[in-house]
């Protein structure tokens, strides 16, 4: 793996990362024209590999790229390379052919261990690379794009690869690439990949989740309110990836206790087994308030979510869950982000998610008392 050991090598001599950047592209450059068997991308490709093996809303919100990829080439093998954590999400998932394990550490949550090494031992020696390496693909696309995506596709002998410039590297190792754009939204970039293969039509720019009839009938059983006239119902997620990126949890507590005010509405709380305590916590200050928090499956949870009226979440996968949905989601962005248009320009849904956070023209996150009035006038209670 040469480009491991430039990496450590110009790390050591404390050379900027603007020139170590451009010693390992170099490396790639010369590397991936070694192993290229072929100039010209297949009209009609039998194979096609797709790594994401990233976070549950990075997934969600990429969902279209399949559709498209699938009308583009009917009849291609289209496999979805990414972490056990994801699979409930393409589950009946009509435009993909197969789903590969690639549980890779980097870029993602799930898995503890990152370190350079880790990496490099799972690209050369995993059974999972290994086995992808066995399958042959025509093409692979990176979604992400970075330097160990790329060396992956190397390894798996992939000879037409497709990744992103200028967001975590390895664009000299692809033969054709989409430029990272941080004010465009991310689902739109992931359908540059079909574009770059030859899409024309491109579906919509939302979330795709399949739930069977009796997955979503069982989503309506979990409510209480059953007529749906003046009744709403709310879901709320105080969980997230970091922290600093959440909405703080007595902002929540504060914002349950105003909602409790409200007659005929039905609040339930969600999210993983780390936010079981924070649920039980919240489901304490009101009788209309019950936390599922750490009792339901992805799929459970997507479930309820589509039989929601509200969805109020930090910047986590049930925004994009709810966008699947078309259900109206509020979005409480935490003290780091400090930019709510970028933001929203690259993981918001116009119409259907408001991104409530700071911008340059205020410093502070949003109180719980904005909040419910926010949400007081967009569901007129």
């Known amino acids: ?28 450059l010369l590397t ?3 192993i290229s068997r072929s100039k010209k991308i297949p009209e009609i490709p039998k194979s096609i590999f797709v790594l994401r093996n990233n976070d549950i809303g990075d997934l969600l919100i990429i969902t279209p790229l399949f559709e498209s990829l699938r009308q583009r080439f009917p009849d291609a093998h289209i496999v979805v390379g990414m972490g056990n954590w994801n699979v409930e999400i393409l589950k009946l998932n009509p435009y993909i052919s197969e789903i590969l394990p690639v549980n890779a550490p980097w870029h993602n ?4 261990n990152q370190s350079l090494w880790n990496a ?42 497709l990744g992103v410039k200028g967001y975590a590297g390895g664009h000299t190792a692809v033969e054709k690439y989409v430029e990272y754009n941080a ?11 079909a574009e770059l293969l030859g899409a024309t039509e491109l579906p919509e720019c939302r979330p795709q989740i399949f739930l069977s009839a009796s997955e979503l009938e069982a989503g309506q059983r979990r409510w209480s309110i059953k007529i749906r006239l003046t009744e709403k119902r709310i879901v709320i997620g105080p969980g997230g990836g970091f922290a600093e990126k959440c909405w703080p949890l007595e902002n929540y507590a504060d914002l349950v206790k105003m909602l409790r005010e409200i007659s005929n509405l ?39 979510v589509a039989a929601a009226d509200l969805v109020i979440s930090n910047s986590s996968m049930l925004m994009h869950a709810a966008a699947a949905f078309s259900i109206p989601t509020v979005v409480l962005l935490g003290d780091c982000f400090t930019s709510t248009k970028q933001h929203a ?22 109180t719980p008392q904005e909040v419910r009035k926010f949400i007081g006038r967009l569901l007129e209670i």
């Not at 090598?9 to 050379?15: H, T």
């Not at 609040?267 to 009792?295: M, N």
């Not at 119409?351 to 949003?366: A, F, H, N, T, W």
């Open 120 to 161: 490099l031992n799972y690209i050369a020696f995993s059974p999972e690379s290994q086995e992808l390496a066995k399958r042959h693909f025509d093409i692979g696309i990176d979604v992400l794009g970075s330097y160990f995506g790329s060396l992956l596709m190397i390894r798996a002998g992939i000879p037409h690869r």
């Open 32 to 34: 991936a024209k070694s």
């Open 266 to 304: 039905e609040v339930i709380i969600i999210g993983g087994k780390q936010d079981r305590e924070a649920g039980k916590q919240l489901a304490a200050l009101s009788p209309s308030v019950k936390s599922l928090a750490g009792d339901l499956t992805l799929r459970e949870s997507f479930a309820l």
């Open 183 to 193: 004010y465009e939204q991310v689902g739109r970039s992931a359908l540059r990949f």
């Open 1 to 28: 793996m040469p480009f491991a050991y430039v990496d450590a090598f110009v790390s050591l001599l404390g050379v900027s990362m603007s020139w170590k950047r451009s010693v390992i592209d170099r490396v790639f």
């Open 345 to 366: 320009a690259q993981w918001g849904y116009p119409g259907i998610c408001q991104i409530l956070g700071k911008e340059s023209d205020r410093q502070e996150v949003y």
């Open 109 to 112: 949550n799930f898995i503890a």
